[in-house]
């Protein structure tokens, strides 16, 4: 999810600059609704598995064939398609594209070095523009009516790798202090992350549960908050696409390259020599220790200043 919607933010600039682009983009059906009506993007092309998918690139020509994501699938799908294939100069297989793009810079944001790649292949645009999100008003409609236009507060405390999930008791805590300044709290997840919301919501009393959503129904859900609470995971992007306030509880990766884009938000991070690393599992010992030294305290603290700002 967080690689689609940062795209938005380069795309934006390319069809600003050349309006009569044609901008197709490949992603996987699941992620497909990052993309749902947003003008920059003409055609959504969703992976339905490799052979169909395979069938219907076969078919299809382009000017360009960008591959942002170098791996072997990616690689594969590029090559199927008729067109002029860009890689990167890091890739695997580089010398079977028909031009490569030099290896990002390390301490560039992922926007910056999505938008370096199109300033390679031409783009004149200095700034990337925030990312984008279209407003879906019948989702965001049901929304208003389930919170009853009441202030309230996105807490989603999952994430995909364990090196980059807070405690669900500290989300709680959050949570409570959030409630005894009388903002109402909105737990989300994604599917198969039900039990983490289940841990933070047995801890906190009352709250309101907000599952099984659809990409657009959590997009008009954070658009509507005060303020978004979370680790580093797709949906925090999601807030910044919406343009709500951010507070994210970091750990494993690197801040620098994929903090939320554009919008007013808190890094709550500490710094470890190790960091950044892979994230799959910490190597330095048997838990994470770089998001388990997060405090309660040090969320609140940047909760409370954003929403200062706010309010």
Request: aromatic residues 8%.
């Amino acid at each position: 999810m967080g690689d689609c919607l940062l795209l938005t933010s380069p795309v934006r600039a390319l069809k600003e600059e050349f309006p009569g682009f044609r901008v197709s983009v490949l992603v996987e059906e699941r992620f497909a609704d990052c993309f749902d009506q947003n003008p920059d993007f003409d055609r959504v092309i969703t992976v339905h598995g490799k052979s169909s998918t395979a069938l219907r690139l076969l078919t299809r020509r382009f000017d360009a064939i960008v591959n942002l994501h170098g791996g072997p699938t990616s690689f594969m799908y590029s090559c199927l398609a008729w067109g002029n294939r860009i890689g990167g100069r890091h890739y695997r297989y580089a010398r079977l594209y028909n031009g490569v793009f030099p290896a990002p810079d390390p301490a560039s944001h992922t926007v910056e070095s999505t938008l370096a790649i199109l300033k390679w292949m031409g783009l004149r645009a200095e700034q990337a523009p925030p990312l984008r999100y279209v407003r879906h008003e019948p989702e965001a409609e049901r929304i208003r009516q389930t919170l009853k236009n009441r202030p309230y507060v996105v807490i989603h405390p999952a994430a995909l790798m364990a090196t980059k999930r807070w405690e669900p008791a500290r989300f709680a805590a959050v949570a409570r202090a959030l409630h005894e300044r009388n903002w109402t709290i909105a737990l989300t997840c994604g599917p198969g992350e039900e039990v983490m919301v289940g841990q933070v919501a047995k801890e906190m009393s009352p709250t309101i549960m907000m599952l099984g959503l659809s990409i657009p129904e959590l997009a008009e859900l954070i658009r509507g908050a005060l303020l978004y609470v979370g680790n580093d995971s797709g949906p925090m992007h999601l807030a910044a696409a919406v343009g709500t306030p951010v507070v994210a509880v970091w750990g494993s990766s690197d801040s620098r390259r994929w903090r939320p884009w554009h919008v007013e938000h808190r890094v709550v991070q500490n710094p470890f020599e190790c960091n950044p690393c892979p994230g799959y599992r910490c190597l330095v010992a048997n838990t994470p220790l770089c998001i388990e030294s997060v405090t309660v305290e040090q969320v609140n603290d940047a909760a409370k200043a954003l929403l200062e700002i706010r309010c």
